[in-house]
């Protein structure tokens, strides 16, 4: 099988920042894996420079154990759906989808027999004759991923391809793609700064920040047993609660200990004393923001309706806690 | 290893043009240094060197110290004339309302005038006995001026006829005004500011650094390029009266062989344009515009 | 910037000019909006009137004492006699030949120089622009001796080519700016993709670039023709034989052989003249809109 990826100590910085900082992976062919990390974290010039649209400052990149660091873009095999979709507005969509046909020179009718099948498969086929800025974002969504399998690619580079779609529609469409990827299994990055995205798609998580690659694995495994903190608190909503030294939670002064909030329980045998500042209530849960006597805040879910106010005092046992090495946040 | 290809390429489009501006404009602007220390006349092929004989030519040269003086009054008239014509315009002209267009595309008309055709039409608008302008001010009970005839106003007649092509500097100004984020004049206006206020609190700062450039931009045609239906329209009459330093140096180079000398007064032209342009610079530097 | 000021600082200034001008508002707005722009345009429109009104006055008569806004009788006499005069014909073809080689050569120039400018980033671009403007300030008058002294060395004199010399300057980096701010329009990732499906880079120019900013290639394209249709100062350094003269030195010829002959020269002024204006009320949707910046842009599609 095809699409095997090995990315070793790439590198590149613009000017003084280091924009992806000697990243190692290796992408398994028809592996469906996922980038995730805050904006700004390098996520982009990752799929740039195994597309081959920039240059690494050094490192290497192996397509299939092919070194493709001399290769121009359009030889690489690769595919990219952009984040704004990088649809021609001066062309239909029939246009769009043959534009890259026509520049290497396939025939006219081959080319628009191809975009044809290309634009049935994804439900846009009554569409051709329609410019982008007459589509709404999920259609052109649709036609940026058309035209990206009309590459016929050994790996899909996805930027962020849900990012720019209102919620009901990037569920509906985040299914599609998972669909799709099952139906082709072909290898596949998709680039999401949501963590939603991160944990539903994708077989395995890599998890970034500032161009470093901070963990990678399944993204249960990763939620389970973040390596860093850094990973703890981004993964997860409302992010794992953190307390240096330990606090409350117990431990010692050389430890971050840190607890998710679905680990804190409401139970009046519980060791840790604290008071309700605020309760959102969010219908399937509920979140309490509460305080300890020492000042540290902690965050709780419970079932909804959990029954106590702003100012209750409350009783919490917490289960499943996480250990960091105070000074370099590393797990232990 | 491989730096990434774009900026390379950019350059790579920009190389006609940059060939061309070589060719036409930086080697030449440096032969004239080189003429200018020469006998050349225009006519041979063999320039010889003579040293600063065109320097202390220059130097007792009546006609070009009216030459300077003709320029000068020129410049100090015609940019403030047409600096305000284009600025006010375009701020007048550039909110949207219906048929605003029109109103804009009629005052850049003038601009599409072909050069000899703007003179041939102010010979007429300025003729003393049937020009349109004399028997405008007929009406007024002014018994109206021989124009071309009197070196002052000769002069004044010129930066009449300078007044009217100055579309560039007003579609410069109609895009930056645009380009003005509308929710500051709205935060003004709830503060009761009223359109004087805004013009002067608001849209001129902001403006500044345009509006710098274009007053640059303008003494460098003003002083050089404008002078063409300026040529056709008095060259150089009455009394040396509009004998603008463009016209010297067409006359020296073209009429009168004087390649070598036109190409000193050339250089003194660039000098003197440097010297304005520093001077306004210094001037507006003080009002912190060009941050 | 000078932006620092806070704003509260205008309302002390502002609110006694607003209670002074409250009354008459709707007057005030009214005569701003259109009334003095009126009179302004009927300014700017005026030279051309009169050019006009004056070649329909019949020829020999003498021209009427007072101001007259439209002949009593109108004729287009001066326009039939202007080529039993001069080879009027011959000129106006002359002129269309230049200008049909040298318009198509200044938008190419151009739209390359713009397309490159749009992609170089950061410290080039502004390197880039920075000398663009240095060339901006740099006056004709400073080149035209020597200029011409290549092109004679060159043995070019009393041919075309000198002509193209402007267009190959792109006329004025007025028109490298419009093309290339109108190519800031299209992003990186239509480029990318174009890349990643092979094109290289004078295609992505031609068939991606290009057709995306078709109002400004419109707008450049008549400016450049006004600017070549009108060309004066290069036609009279180096057209030396009289058959290849071009319209505006037919007009100056015409202007030394008959100084006082109004209704010809305001017919010559007419025909030299309608071109530009004609082929301005194209371009005037696009450069003179509510938006120039965005009509220029608006994406050129159909
Ligand atoms: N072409 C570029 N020029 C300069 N800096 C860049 C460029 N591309 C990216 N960067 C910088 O590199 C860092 C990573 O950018 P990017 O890969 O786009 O992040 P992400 O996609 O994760 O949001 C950012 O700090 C960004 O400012
Ligand atoms: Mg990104």
Redesign the interface.
């Known amino acids: 099988m095809k699409g095997v990826i090995r990315l070793a100590a790439l590198t590149r910085s613009y000017g003084t920042t280091t924009a992806v900082d000697g990243v190692d992976l290796e992408v398994r062919a028809g592996e469906l894996i996922t980038l995730v990390g805050p904006s700004g974290s390098g996520k982009s010039t990752i799929l740039r420079l195994i597309a081959g649209l920039d240059r690494p400052d050094s490192g290497r990149i192996l397509v299939d154990d092919v070194d493709v660091a001399r290769m121009p873009a359009h030889r690489r095999a690769v595919a990219m759906v952009f984040q704004d979709y990088a649809l021609f507005p001066h062309l239909t969509v029939l246009g769009n989808l043959t534009f890259g046909l026509r520049v290497r020179k396939v025939r006219r009718a081959e080319a628009d027999q191809r975009a044809r099948i290309a634009a049935q498969r994804l439900g846009i086929g009554d569409l051709l004759d329609r410019y982008p800025d007459q589509m709404s974002g999920g259609q052109r969504q649709r036609v940026a991923l058309a035209r990206a399998l009309l590459r016929d690619p050994s790996v899909y580079l996805l930027d962020e391809p849900l990012a720019s779609l209102d919620a009901p529609l990037r569920f509906a469409t985040r299914a599609d793609l998972l669909a799709l990827h099952r139906e082709l299994r072909t290898t596949t990055i998709h680039v999401t700064h949501d963590q939603h995205e991160a944990m539903t798609l994708g077989d395995r998580v890599v998890v970034l920040a500032a161009g470093q690659i901070r963990q990678v694995g399944p993204p249960q495994q990763v939620y389970d047993a973040p390596a860093d903190t850094f990973v703890a608190g981004f993964l997860g909503s409302p992010p794992m609660n953190l307390v240096p030294g330990g606090g409350v939670l117990g431990g010692d002064a050389t430890l971050t200990l840190g607890v998710r909030p679905e680990d804190l329980t409401l139970d009046d045998a519980g060791r840790i004393a604290a008071t309700v500042e605020a309760v959102e209530a969010l219908g399937s849960e509920a979140i309490l923001l509460t305080r300890c006597p020492d000042g540290t805040r902690l965050t709780v879910r419970t079932g909804p309706r959990p029954g106590v106010g702003p100012g209750d005092e409350v009783r919490l046992r917490a289960d499943r806690l996480h250990r960091f090495d105070a000074a370099t946040g590393r797990r232990r | ?7 390379l ?9 940059a060939i ?2 070589a ?3 930086a ?3 440096l ?2 240094v080189g ?1 200018a220390f020469t006998d050349h006349t ?1 006519l041979t ?1 063999d320039p010889q060197f003579v040293g600063l004989a065109n320097v202390r030519r220059m130097l007792d040269d009546r006609f070009l110290l009216d030459s300077l003086q003709a320029s000068l009054f020129h410049v100090s008239l015609a940019v403030p004339v047409r600096f305000v014509a284009a600025v006010g ?1 375009g701020l ?2 550039a ?3 219906p048929g ?11 601009t ?7 003179a ?6 300025l ?1 003393p ?2 020009g ?1 302008l004399n ?2 001010l ?2 007024f009970g002014h018994a109206g001026y021989n124009w071309l005839a009197d070196p002052t106003t000769a002069r004044i007649g010129v930066v009449l006829m300078l007044a ?1 092509p100055i579309g ?1 500097g007003f ?1 410069v100004v ?2 930056a005004r ?2 003005l984020d509308g929710r500051l004049y709205e ?2 206006a709830l ?7 805004q013009l002067r ?1 608001l849209t001129l ?2 403006l ?1 650094p345009v509006l710098v450039l274009l007053a ?2 303008d003494i ?2 003003t ?3 404008n ?2 239906p300026a040529y ?1 329209l008095t060259d150089g009459r009455p009394a040396n009266a509009t004998l603008y330093l ?1 016209v010297y ?2 006359d020296q ?2 009429e009168f062989s004087g ?1 070598a000398y ?2 000193l007064v ?1 250089i003194l ?2 000098l003197i ?1 440097a010297v304005i ?1 520093t001077g306004l610079l210094l001037l507006v530097r003080r009002w ?2 060009l ?1 | 910037m000078t932006g620092g000021e806070p704003i509260h600082r205008f309302g002390a200034a502002c609110v006694v000019r607003r209670l002074w001008t409250g009354g008459g508002a709707v007057v005030g707005r009214w005569l701003g909006r259109y009334v003095v722009p009126a009179l302004f345009a009927a300014l700017f429109v005026a030279p051309l009137w009169f050019m006009l009104v004056g070649s329909l006055r019949p020829t020999g008569a003498p021209p009427p004492r007072t101001l007259e806004l439209w002949p009593a009788e109108p004729t287009t006499a001066a326009y039939t006699r202007l080529p039993e005069l001069v080879p009027l014909l011959r000129y106006l073809a002359n002129s269309a030949l230049v200008v049909a080689l040298a318009v198509p050569v200044t938008v190419l120039v151009a739209s390359l120089t713009g397309f490159g400018l749009r992609l170089l980033s950061g410290a080039a671009r502004r390197r880039a622009l920075l000398g663009l403007l240095v060339v901006l300030l740099v006056p004709v008058t400073a080149v035209w001796a020597t200029r011409f002294e290549v092109f004679r060395l060159a043995g070019a004199v009393d041919t075309y080519l000198p002509l193209l010399a402007p267009a190959a300057l792109a006329v004025s980096p007025f028109l490298v700016l419009l093309y290339a701010w109108s190519f800031g329009g299209v992003p990186d990732s239509q480029l990318q993709a174009a890349r990643l499906e092979g094109a290289g880079w004078l295609t992505i120019w031609r068939r991606l670039a290009l057709p995306q900013v078709k109002p400004a290639t419109l707008a450049v394209a008549v400016l450049a023709f006004t600017f070549h249709w009108s060309n004066f100062i290069d036609p009279l350094l180096y057209l030396t034989s009289g058959d290849r003269y071009t319209w505006p030195l037919g007009l100056r010829f015409l202007l030394l052989l008959n100084p006082t002959d109004w209704p010809l020269l305001m017919a010559g002024s007419v025909i030299a003249t309608a071109p530009c204006v004609l082929v301005f009320l194209f371009a005037q949707r696009i450069l003179l809109a509510d938006d120039p910046l965005a009509a220029l842009r608006s994406k050129g599609r159909r």
Not at chain 2, 112 to 118: F, G, K, Q, R
Not at chain 2, 120 to 125: A, E, G, Q
Not at chain 2, 191 to 197: A, D, K, N, V
Request: glycine content about 8%; aromatic content about 14%.
């Open positions: 290893m491989t730096r990434p290809r774009p900026a390429t950019g350059w790579a489009f920009l190389a006609p043009y061309a501006v060719l036409l404009v080697v030449p602007a032969l004239n003429y225009g092929r315009l007048l002209l909110a949207p309302r605003g267009r029109w109103f804009r595309t009629a005052v850049y008309l003038p599409v005038i072909p050069d000899v055709a703007l041939v039409l102010f010979l007429w608008v003729n006995l049937y349109p028997q405008l007929g009406l009217f560039e579609v109609l895009a645009r380009l935060a003004a503060e009761g500011c009223g359109p004087f206020g609190r700062p902001l500044a640059v931009r460098i045609l002083l050089q390029v002078f063409v056709v463009p140096i067409f180079v073209f390649f036109g190409s050339t032209l660039m344009t342009i912190r515009v941050r």
